[in-house]
């Protein structure tokens, strides 16, 4: 099988280096940094990488599109009469709704697209965030077009526990988008209020220790692509922050009110339900 992966960032080179452990020899890589391109073939992880390559891409039986939000469609448009009919296409972007609306408003009707979002990232951005290890057990969503084939649909699904995922599921876009608002977005939306309501204090690091630590990591964001992933996911996101409101809100009037009860009804609660998601 010839690949492509298009994007050689933190996920598109994790995803070269995870299908060349598994075997895959025919992987090319195409990225807009010619160092990126020089670093992906220094470290063996694609047989070749340019910054352009539509040779690459009109031999590809399947292509990793790896870009940010709102550049997968205009690439697709700008490339896809280069692909071969029997071309698979893929993506990881982080919110759906927008990216399929706009895909398959411009896709060939013979190529089939699957949408992908590998529920595994990193703080760092480029292929500095190199890390295929990072897939082991993780999980990752299969958001279901209309047009998919479900040949298609399980190769991709191959693909992934291949590459070490562990769960992988079928969504939809309305689903998938409403509920990554609460489990992706909001987490970012609280670790970065955290970090940017932080006192003036030269010392903040002397006090911090684990908890400070595992909730400001994240944090540390690719802003480019997160202003994409908050804006294409607006309406979502604002009902999860507006849900966050209401939880915050309660803790702010039982400390106000000095209600012991309030306060221990709130943490029981909480203690609760991370313990159903998440057994020791």
């Known amino acids: 099988m010839k690949i492509v992966i298009v994007g050689l960032g933190a996920i598109g080179s994790s995803f070269a280096q995870a299908l060349t452990q598994a075997g895959y020899q025919e992987i090319r890589g195409i990225d807009q940094n010619p160092e990126t391109c020089l670093k992906a073939e220094e470290l063996g992880i694609v047989k070749t990488a340019q910054t352009e390559d539509d ?3 009109s031999q590809a039986d399947l292509i990793f599109i790896t870009l940010h939000p709102q550049a997968v469609a205009p690439y697709v448009e700008n490339k896809q009469d280069l692909f071969k009919s029997t071309c698979l296409l893929t993506d990881v972007t982080g919110i759906k709704r927008d990216v399929m609306s706009q895909v398959e408003a ?3 009707p013979d190529l089939d697209f699957i949408y992908t979002h590998p529920m595994r990232g990193s703080e760092k951005t480029g292929i500095a ?3 295929s290890a990072q897939f082991r057990g993780a999980n990752a969503l299969l958001v279901v077009s209309q ?3 479900e040949s298609q649909l399980e190769l991709i699904e191959a693909l992934y526990r291949v590459m070490g995922f562990q769960e992988v599921s079928r969504v939809d876009a ?3 988008d409403r509920a990554i608002a609460y489990v992706s977005q909001l987490m970012h939306v609280l670790a970065v209020a955290a970090v940017n309501s932080a006192p003036n204090c030269e010392d903040t690091m002397k ?3 684990n908890s400070f630590q595992e909730l400001t990591r994240i944090a540390d964001v690719n802003a480019p692509l997160w202003t994409d992933l908050f804006l294409h996911n607006w309406d979502y996101l604002l009902e999860s922050i507006e849900a966050f409101e209401k939880e915050l809100a309660r803790v702010k009037t039982a400390l106000k009110n000095k209600d012991y009860d309030q306060l221990q009804d709130a943490f029981q609660a909480s203690t609760q339900q991370r313990r159903e998601w998440y057994v020791d």
């Open 55 to 57: 040779q690459a891409l």
């Open 106 to 108: 411009i896709l060939r």
């Open 129 to 131: 965030g190199l890390n």
């Open 147 to 149: 047009r998919n084939q």
């Open 174 to 176: 309305e689903s998938h």
């Open 207 to 209: 006090f911090a220790g």
